[in-house]
């Protein structure tokens, strides 16, 4: 497969050729609190950031190792006589720089960018005519490192590549579950929560666990682990340290935990498949880091270098936004987005996204059939006579952004063939599309990137949207010849393509708003944070409880502003928005994340809609945290099915100044129940605050962390938020 390195973010500062270097330790960069040093008496190199550590044994003299990975609190996580890494190529597995099978050191090299750091190993393979080089990138303020490998030759045969390999002390190991199937509509409250569900467990000796991915990231398990370590006096949150990783990659993976006698021995990459490299390609990306604090810890490190490293400073800012998709399906028109504008507008909304249908020929098999006319790229004139681009302009004058559905990845099979798109560009696995409605574009195929790339950039050009929603409702991996790849690695082609057009899309228009939705959240790594600045979690979007169990799970891992749910009208469960038993619920169990609203406003009476505006209104007070935030889970997850009493999620500001609690009250039987906030200055006096009763006092930090805010039940809502500030 012909592929470039697509992730060449850095501008190279100096390289160090080894070749006569004094010796003694020296840095070579500094950023903030991270720095790069070289021991070149040692064969070392040492990257610390966040208050870790990693030393790596870079020299000619030895061969490669990760020599060790310390956390802020001094614990050794990983380290000793083997590196990071293997290499797969033809039949044969190889360790990653080690000199008895070939690899040869070519370089060393520091480069950085703004505040990011990164070494760059370099070694030759020349028994497989291979140049491999073993990127270490960190940022300051956070104990995290990203980590890949490129691979450049004129024709190598490569299996299985792999994103790290360690062997760490033994614990309990956690992880989330994926989203299980993607069937809309609110799931039987019969059956419990599966989905985005916090899941642990210590193995024991002897024994393994496996995890992966067979076609999009979080189909089955959300690519991001935890591993507790031993309770440490310099902890500063609740448990002692933390190991985490978490894979930047979209497509299919695979992990391994391996409990033996000397730890756990972890291994994650991509599944079994070989590919043909011809030039620089990276393997998948992965963050790993050790922090203090237990799971809250590890979240904010990971938090802070997805901020800071992978989306390099970009913010994330949740905007109240409607979306046309449950109330409407493909049934709209110019005149009844208007009319809609006006409305939700009115009620505090600030983004306005036409969903799938507005081009021509859908509907065809139901409203909610949009499959057909997939693909054409065009507004129907029919009901759209003057385009798109006037809906974009009402939302501006209403002072509202307007968004864009798009689904580039699929075309429906109607408008196969010139001059629309190429049958040959078309994925298909055993011959077969794998759906009569509809294909999918392998994104292997340059040809069909260019094309699409072409009817992307003609559209936003065109409507000028502020916001694109770009969604996925299928994937197969393709084994068909004639796109660049073979029959095992089609699906690591078409991810590897799918980053070099969202790349493109996003040098060219840097301040359009990217919305990643996958059949809802099946495709949710934290590598698409590059890409994307929000995250639709699931179509299965009601009832309350169940959006609060997807929020609750997956904030343990990506920021809360990312995660996006919809206000509906639930009425068949329970939920109505007209004469609500509870609007504050239903609008509360989505404000943790990114608020969305998705119903007929136009079936609600004065005092509905003061209910909802006020709502909104509070959600807009808390969003100055939220977009900065990082969660911690202070109870048992929400259920739909045997629920805790209470269920409460704490998210706090990076700077300390501000947190916010959500608390929803599920048993009427226990009518009182005491949140306990974490990671509060013990010296500090803090406000509490109730967004309906206003302020109920100050106490130290200490004392909150003690003795907690206890809540009582409620006549109006069984939902309760709670701001805290610090004075």
Request: glycine share 10%; aromatic share 8%.
């Amino acid at each position: 497969m012909r592929r470039r390195s697509s992730h060449t973010f850095f501008t190279v500062l100096f390289a160090i050729t080894l070749h006569g270097t004094a010796a003694g330790a020296a840095t070579l960069a500094t950023s903030g609190d991270a720095s790069i040093s070289q021991d070149t008496a040692a064969g070392t190199w040492t990257l610390r950031a966040g208050g870790a550590a990693l030393t790596l044994a870079v020299d000619r003299s030895r061969d490669f190792q990760l020599v060790s990975l310390v956390s802020p609190s001094g614990q050794k996580w990983a380290g000793g006589s083997v590196p990071d890494s293997s290499v797969h190529v033809g039949s044969r597995t190889l360790p990653f720089g080690n000199r008895a099978d070939g690899f040869a050191l070519e370089n060393a090299a520091v480069t950085t960018r703004g505040n990011l750091l990164q070494l760059d190993a370099t070694y030759t393979l020349a028994s497989a005519n291979l140049t491999l080089t073993r990127h270490y990138a960190i940022v300051s303020g956070s104990p995290s490192i990203e980590t890949w490998t490129t691979y450049t030759a004129v024709s190598a045969a490569l299996s299985d590549l792999n994103a790290i390999q360690l062997v760490i002390p033994a614990g309990t190991i956690h992880w989330l579950t994926g989203l299980e199937g993607d069937t809309a509509g609110a799931p039987d409250p019969s059956i419990p929560d599966t989905a985005f569900t916090l899941m642990q467990q210590a193995p024991a000796i002897g024994q393994r666990l496996t995890f992966g991915a067979a076609h999009r990231a979080s189909e089955q398990t959300v690519p991001w682990f935890a591993v507790d370590g031993a309770t440490s006096e310099s902890s500063s949150v609740r448990g002692g340290d933390e190991f985490y990783m978490a894979l930047m990659w979209s497509g299919a993976w695979t992990a391994t935990f391996d409990r033996t006698a000397a730890g756990l021995q972890l291994a994650i990459g991509l599944p079994a498949m070989t590919t043909t490299v011809e030039q620089a390609t990276d393997g998948p990306h992965l963050v790993f880091g050790a922090a203090g604090g237990g799971m809250p810890g590890a979240s904010s490190a990971l938090r802070s270098f997805i901020f800071d490293g992978i989306r390099a400073g970009r913010p994330i800012t949740p905007l109240v936004t409607y979306n046309t998709w449950f109330a409407y399906g493909t049934e709209i028109d110019a005149d009844s987005m208007r009319a809609e504008m006006t409305r939700v507008a009115a009620l505090g909304a600030e983004l306005f996204v036409v969903d799938a249908g507005w081009y021509a020929n859908t509907g065809i098999a139901g409203p909610y059939d949009f499959d057909a006319g997939l693909g054409s790229w065009t507004a129907d004139p029919a009901r759209f006579p003057d385009g798109l681009r006037p809906l974009r302009d009402y939302a501006h004058d209403l002072g509202m952004q307007f968004g864009l559905w798009v689904e580039p990845e699929r075309v429906g099979l109607a408008l196969v063939g010139a001059p629309a798109v190429d049958e040959s560009w078309l994925a298909t696995t055993g011959g077969s599309y794998g759906s009569d409605d509809a294909a999918q574009i392998c994104l292997a195929s340059a040809a069909a990137r260019a094309w699409l790339l072409d009817r992307l950039t003609a559209l936003i050009d065109d409507v000028q949207p502020d916001y694109i929603k770009w969604d996925n409702n299928m994937m197969i991996n393709c084994d068909r010849s004639g796109h660049g790849h073979g029959t095992s690695d089609g699906n690591f082609a078409h991810i590897s393509g799918l980053y070099d057009l969202l790349g493109a899309l996003r040098a060219r228009y840097p301040d359009l708003l990217i919305e990643n939705v996958s059949g809802g959240g099946n495709r949710l790594d934290i590598g698409m944070l590059r890409y994307s600045d929000a995250g639709w979690m699931d179509d299965r979007t009601a009832p309350a409880s169940h959006v609060r169990h997807n929020l609750e799970g997956l904030s343990a891992v990506f920021p809360p502003a990312y995660l996006l749910s919809f206000v509906t009208d639930h009425s068949g469960g329970g939920e109505p928005l007209h004469d609500a038993p509870d609007l504050s619920l239903y609008f509360r169990s989505r404000m943790s994340g990114a608020l969305g609203l998705c119903f007929l406003s136009d079936g609600l009476v004065e005092g509905d809609e003061q209910a909802i505006s006020r709502e909104i209104a509070i959600y807009k007070e808390m969003r100055g945290t939220i977009s900065v935030a990082v969660a911690a889970l202070l109870t048992a997850q929400a259920e739909t099915t045997d629920p805790p009493p209470w269920d409460a999620l704490q998210e706090s500001a990076t700077d300390g100044g501000q947190l916010v609690i959500t608390a929803f009250q599920s048993d009427d039987g226990v009518s009182r129940f005491t949140v306990t906030p974490s990671g509060l200055h013990e010296d500090f006096t803090y406000q509490v605050q109730s967004v309906d009763t206003g302020v109920l006092g100050a106490a130290t930090g200490a004392e909150l962390m003690q003795n907690g805010i206890e809540l009582v039940q409620s006549p109006n809502s069984a939902a309760h938020v709670l701001i805290i500030t610090r004075q």
